[in-house]
């Protein structure tokens, strides 16, 4: 069982486009943070959220919280082809702040 | 540079021989974890060490994986008999409970093995 639910799994789309990943659970986290890998390398951390409704913008990027903490999304402006990577986010149950539940990453190709 | 290293980048082995990747944590972390991970997937946790003390593994870790970090710092990774199933990254991370938000880590640029 997926305990972090991402989609889409793959996003191909034209410089300057707009798109949104969402990142979704029935479990609560105490945070969740996102990750963006490119091929070869290790993810690199993006943004950690913590309190419910929480958003978080970085640059083109911008990132919320769930309500409820229980979900997550990350929407980009106008992308250019330096957005393209693996995108991860990964969540810390309640309770248990030891070791994060990943989820399987949207895959993002940006064209120009 | 004081990021997370990882040694070797590339590894190609026979099926059934030994491997042995090492990681080296940012110097003040005490928590340190492996994961693999597989073309275009999320990285799967293998195990989970605070300072020296192996705290959690993986059903997904079989006794042909150990993992150790003698003196709390750095990592090993030793795969025994390597199947070609193993072939994947295999990724370090670590992080601090302090000093920010609970479960943020760090990652190494990982180590590549190729099992033919």
């Known amino acids: 069982t997926q305990l972090l639910e991402q989609s889409p799994q793959f996003l191909s789309i034209q410089e300057g486009e707009n798109l949104t990943v969402y990142c979704n659970s029935s479990?609560?986290?105490?945070?969740l943070q996102w990750y963006r890998q490119e091929p070869g390398e290790g993810p690199v951390l993006l943004v950690t959220?913590?309190?419910g409704g929480e958003v978080k913008k970085l640059k083109r990027l911008t990132f919320q919280f769930g309500d409820a903490r229980k979900d997550s999304s990350l929407h980009i402006t106008a992308a250019q082809p330096g957005d393209t990577g693996l995108y991860l986010c990964?969540?810390?149950?309640?309770?248990?702040?030891?070791?994060?539940?990943w989820g399987l990453g949207t895959s993002l190709a940006v064209n120009p | 540079d004081t990021g997370v290293s990882q040694d070797p980048r590339h590894k190609i082995t026979k099926r059934g021989q030994n491997v042995t990747f090492r990681c080296d944590p940012i110097s003040e972390h005490n928590r340190l974890y492996w994961y693999r991970q597989t073309l275009g997937q999320g990285p799967e946790f293998l195990t989970y060490f605070q300072n020296e003390a192996q705290l959690e593994k993986s059903r997904l870790l079989s006794d042909r994986f150990s993992a150790e970090r003698p003196k709390g710092s750095f990592s090993t990774l030793e795969i025994q008999r390597t199947e070609q199933g193993d072939s994947a990254m295999y990724l370090c991370?670590?992080?601090?409970?302090?000093?920010?938000?609970?479960?943020?880590?760090?990652f190494g640029p990982g180590t590549r093995l190729t099992v033919t």
């Open positions: 479990s609560v986290f105490s945070s």
């Open positions: 990964a969540g810390a149950l309640t309770g248990n702040n030891r070791k994060l539940i």
């Open positions: 991370a670590s992080s601090s409970p302090d000093g920010g938000p609970v479960g943020e880590q760090y």
């Open positions: 959220v913590v309190t």
